[in-house]
């Protein structure tokens, strides 16, 4: 009997429709679209604006996105997980408005967080509740509205940010595609480098951190960057050599777009070509849980059924690691 295994069958998106320039945030901080161009290869990045409107605003739209491309009906969609560093409330599950509100009322649901690793995380989870054979329709969204926790006097964190979601739907193969191996992994000790402190139980927002925007991002750069490069290209390099890949089984690299030197160092310590290289962060910029999602989406007419498809991702916590999943359909 064939092994099953999970493969991603549709893919969906969403993203506000204002875009923040590198010539608007000239007017806000002490930066240029050279400078920022040159350091992270963005040029805009999408905000979702709008009282009351939150992660789910965008989870929900690229859910309902998939759904109307799929044609799936939402009642037989089993499990929906929300990847986000960003929900709505404490405690109250953005994964379970986001499904009643696009109708998966048979679904259970879960919110995930691992910052930006939280998207490849959740691929690793919603498959293996496709291989378990207890579940059919598996889908999980990445979404992020990071400008609730960016400050735009920070020109370190907020020509870095945007806000979007993306969705993927798994279901069961039994064709050898999907998901085929995992190299994931945690470092706790990195935490201090990149977080949104202020807020958690361990240090719960206070008047004086408001007004001094203790409840925003921070991150230091240069050791962020450091640990970027090396555990991304590790990670990658992992997978293919478990997987006795070359460079030119290869077909794509979809990396986290934290930022193009990050993507260009992963993709050049595999030797792999540019054109095999998923981008658009000149478009988005980071939008944390989303990346990974939002290429799919903006790549799919490229993509064949047999496809070797490589992620990386890497994350406060710290968290990282590589997946690779054979493309399941043509679009």
Known sequence: MSKTSAAITAVGAYVPEYVLTNQILETMVDTNDEWITTRTGIKERRILKGEGKGT???????ARDLIKKRGIDPKDIELVIVATATPDMKAAS???FTASEIGATNAFTFDMDAACSSFLFGMSVAASYIESGRYK??????????????????RATCIIFGDGAGAVLFEPTQENLGLQDEYLRSDGTG???????????????????????????????????????????????????RNNLSKDDVDWLVAHQANKRIIDATANRIELEQEKVMMNIHKYGNTTSATLPLLLNDYESQLRKGDNLIFAAFGG??????????????S
């Open 137 to 154: 329709n598996v889908l999980l969204i990445g979404a992020d509205k990071m400008s609730s926790i960016i400050n735009y006097k920070d």
């Open 94 to 96: 953005t994964a379970a």
């Open 191 to 241: 935490r201090e480098f990149l977080q949104a402190t202020y807020g958690g139980s361990s240090y719960p927002i206070t008047p004086e951190v408001l007004e001094n925007g203790g409840h925003c991002a921070f991150q230091e750069g240069r050791t962020v960057f450091k640990n970027a490069v090396f555990n991304m290209a590790d990670a990658t390099v992992k997978i293919l050599e």
């Open 317 to 330: 916590g710290f968290n990282w690691g590589s997946i690779y999943l054979k493309w399941a359909y043509n």
């Open 56 to 62: 789910s605003f965008l989870a929900i739209n690229a």
